[in-house]
């Protein structure tokens, strides 16, 4: 079974600085789809980013990056010049085969001004 | 266009009810998920339709769950004799085919059970 791990319950950061964001997951598949969510206090679930395992190449989306390590089933999350809304909760999930995600337990990130 | 909408944003019921949670998907999407999220934790998977076939209902907790969707595009939730333990909210998403991967989710609903 996969699961997905994120060991950063919180997260703080100043308002334009850099901070990346931890998940590590396991599975047993060779091609997947992993993603980074965003969740503001309104309940939506907002797609920040994504990845597909077989691409090399890091994701990139303005301000939003990942770090994708598929050897050590890595797959973390780097904001640069943090805004206030950035501040969320970010959940990194992985696609099965059925495409059903499975979620981490995310990690609270405040954005301090 | 208009995104994955959820009906009603909030419920409150007893223990012992029935609910239904409504999810409408976005327009011409044929993949349907349904996920239950606890307080302070990830969603976590209850059940997938392709079309109006459930393609995996291994995430229902157990046979008080029960979603359809009739006609590929509306789905209900439907759970039977509320318990207390059933307090979370409920996320829908929609995926727009077979071949596309990114799931949009809607607002959720939040279920209270007294």
């Known amino acids: 079974a996969q699961t997905v791990t994120q060991s950063q319950p919180e997260m703080s950061v100043q308002e334009a600085e850099t901070v990346t964001l931890s998940c590590t997951y396991d599975t047993s598949e060779s091609n997947y789809y992993l993603f980074w969510y965003k969740q503001p206090p309104s309940r939506q679930m907002i797609l920040v980013i994504r990845q597909e395992a077989y691409k090399q190449q890091n994701a990139t989306e303005n301000r939003f990056s990942v770090n994708f390590q598929k050897a050590a089933k890595s797959f973390s999350l780097k904001i640069s010049d943090s805004q206030l809304g950035d501040t969320a909760m970010y959940f990194c999930a992985f696609m099965n085969p059925l495409r059903e995600l499975i979620f981490g337990t995310g990690t609270l990130l405040a954005v301090q001004p | ?114």
């Open chain 2, 1 to 114: 266009g208009a995104g994955v909408s959820q009906t009603p944003s909030n419920k409150v019921t007893e223990k012992g009810k029935y609910v239904e949670l409504r999810c409408d998907p976005i327009s011409g999407h044929t993949a349907l998920y349904w996920y239950r999220q606890s307080l302070g934790q990830g969603p976590e998977f209850l059940i997938y339709f392709q079309g109006t076939g459930a393609a995996d209902d291994s995430g229902l907790p157990n046979d008080r769950f029960f979603a359809v969707r009739p006609e590929g595009s509306v789905s209900t939730l439907k759970i039977q004799r509320t318990e207390r333990g059933d307090s979370a909210v409920y996320l829908c998403a929609s995926r727009e085919s077979a071949s596309t991967d990114t799931q949009y989710f809607g607002p959720g609903t939040r279920l209270t059970v007294l």
